[in-house]
């Protein structure tokens, strides 16, 4: 059972380099998310997506980009990595849309930027 | 925009100690969530409350859901190592697709 797949685990990039975070889930959930976790603030939502073509806005959106071209995939991209991105990134899906529903998260993706 | 805060933010108890944390959301919400994350792993899913007043038990969690619908506990009997972990707990305000959050409550054992 693979669940939510992301990639990289790791990774480090210095400042105003690029880079995409892939997720991947082969539960055919509609809802896909990403998070970010830092220390003591919890988990904000960056960008959400309720189905294949549509995205939309979290708490902290600004520095990444989102796309939704299949139900399978949302990758987040960093345009110009900034050190204020140094964070543990999180992608989590559930089966339908609305405002209930358990999350499944992915693994993490620790992301440094120098 | 909506805030979801848990106290305590941290929380040492001794093995076999009660342990309870607390979450207030800005908003009234449609339901609330409850996830547990161990040291170094990711967030896993424990329960759902989406009534007034709810109140769910497993084994020796106890959840309750405010009658207001703002409020939340969560609440471990004779804590056991195995507990050890941030919890969380997360909620969308009605009618809204995003789920926000709480600051967490990191829960550490002493043997």
């Known amino acids: 059972n693979a669940g939510v797949t992301q990639t990289p685990k790791f990774q480090v990039l210095k400042t105003g380099q690029s880079m995409t975070l892939q997720c991947a889930q082969d539960m055919n959930h509609e809802y896909m998310s990403w998070y970010r976790q830092d220390p003591g603030m919890g988990l904000r939502l960056i960008h959400y997506s309720v189905g294949a073509g549509i995205t939309d806005q979290g708490e902290v959106p600004n520095g990444y980009n989102v796309s939704r071209s299949t139900t399978e995939d949302f990758p987040l991209r960093l345009l110009s990595a900034a050190p204020s991105q140094t964070s543990v990134y999180f992608c989590?899906?559930?089966?339908?849309?609305?405002?209930?529903?358990?999350?499944?998260f992915g693994e993490g993706s620790r992301l440094t930027v120098l | 925009g909506q805030q979801v805060m848990q106290i305590p933010q941290y929380q040492h108890v001794q093995e076999g100690e009660d342990f309870t944390t607390y979450c207030n959301s800005s908003t009234t919400l449609s339901n609330i969530q409850w996830y547990k994350q161990r040291p170094g792993g990711h967030p896993v899913f424990l329960i759902q409350?989406?009534?007034?007043?709810e109140v769910k038990k497993q084994k020796r969690l106890t959840f309750q859901f405010g009658e207001a619908k703002k409020n939340s506990s969560l609440h471990i009997t004779a804590t056991q190592t195995t507990d050890v972990g941030t919890y969380f707990c997360a909620g969308p305000p009605q009618g809204n697709e995003k789920l926000t959050f709480g600051t967490g409550t990191r829960l550490t054992i002493i043997p």
């Open positions: 409350l989406v009534k007034s007043g």
């Open positions: 989590a899906s559930r089966p339908g849309t609305g405002d209930t529903g358990e999350l499944f």
